[in-house]
T-cell receptor
């Protein structure tokens, strides 16, 4: 069964460093998303991406964040200068809008730890 | 502001018990409500509900939506230890494809 994959599974970085989290969405899906979940808190929407551009973003997704689809398969989230409060689990998701379904399929997540 | 509220926040039951998890929402121009199960990592999809009163079933799990009273319930019968997880309810807003997640219900099933 097709699935969303993410790498790395765990990333440790120093405050102020740049990180890139990578995702490979399900191949025929058209919409891509990033969410984060701070430990013990609820899943929060960051950004959605369609047709090579951001379609929606939350207030969390400030200028420190960017997304890119550098090729036909990868979808990346970049945090330019990490802060301690960026420590969280980051989930990528994708959905097949062609079927007009709202179901989003999540990847296994990347745990980001900022020291 | 759109809201999704789940109750209870946590629940501890014994194997074999039946549980009912609740999700209420305030979303303008409702489209659908989704249930996810989150174990150690990523949420995994359980159900999508769009129509009121139609029960969706998958094995021991079932869910139903009440669009008049703006809530959904997720039932798990004959619970097993493998059902231990956080159950998340999510509702897309009127426009766009982001989801608003509830805080989840943490279910622990004791042998």
């Amino acid at each position: 069964e097709p699935e969303v994959t993410q790498t790395p599974s765990h990333q440790v970085t120093q405050m102020g460093q740049e990180v890139i989290l990578r995702c490979v969405p399900i191949s025929n899906h058209l919409y891509f998303y990033w969410y984060r979940q701070i430990l013990g808190q609820k899943v929060e929407f960051l950004v959605s991406f369609y047709n090579n551009e951001i379609s929606e973003k939350s207030e969390i997704f400030d200028d420190q964040f960017s997304v890119e689809r550098p090729d036909g398969s990868n979808f990346t989230l970049k945090i330019r200068s990490t802060k301690l409060e960026d420590s969280a689990m980051y989930f990528c998701a994708s959905s097949d809008l062609a079927e007009f379904t709202d179901t989003q399929y999540f990847g296994p997540g990347t745990r980001l730890t900022v020291l | 502001e759109d809201k999704v509220v789940q109750s209870p926040l946590s629940l501890v039951v014994h194997e074999g018990d039946t549980v009912t998890l609740n999700c209420s929402y305030e979303v303008t121009n409702f489209r659908s409500l989704l249930w996810y199960k989150q174990e150690k990592k990523a949420p995994t999809f359980l159900f999508m509900l769009t129509s009121s009163g139609i029960e969706k079933k998958s094995g021991r799990l079932s869910s139903i939506l009440d669009k008049k009273e703006l809530f959904s319930i997720l039932n798990i019968t004959a619970t097993q230890t493998g059902d231990s997880a956080v159950y998340l309810c999510a509702v897309p807003p009127n426009t766009g494809n982001q989801f608003y997640f509830g805080t989840g219900t943490s279910l622990t099933v004791i042998p």
